[in-house]
């Protein structure tokens, strides 16, 4: 299954900022404390960066989103979604 953000369990510290600013709420907090959150509903996902946008240890590296294929060559198209 495709997964649309990929979370770096290195640097996550398990804050779950992520998960509660995520307005489509497809993240649930790890039952492990300090491990980084699980997708629980990547089909789910909107792409509007929020997570990303709100995570503290996003510089480094923390937390990536991934687009789907179509949704990355739109972009480098320059093409609106
Ligand atoms: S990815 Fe960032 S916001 Fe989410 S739990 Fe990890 S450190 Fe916190």
Do not use: H
Request: charged share 25%.
């Amino acid at each position: 299954m495709f997964n649309p953000i990929v979370f770096n369990e290195d640097v996550c510290t398990g804050c779950n900022i992520c998960v509660d600013v995520c307005l489509m709420e497809i993240l649930e907090a790890s039952p492990e404390k300090g491990k980084p959150p699980i997708v629980r509903y990547p089909d789910e996902c909107a792409y509007d960066g929020a997570c990303w946008m709100q995570c503290p240890q996003r510089e480094k590296g923390a937390i990536k989103i991934v687009p789907p294929l179509p949704m990355r060559v739109s972009i480098l198209r320059g093409e609106k979604p």
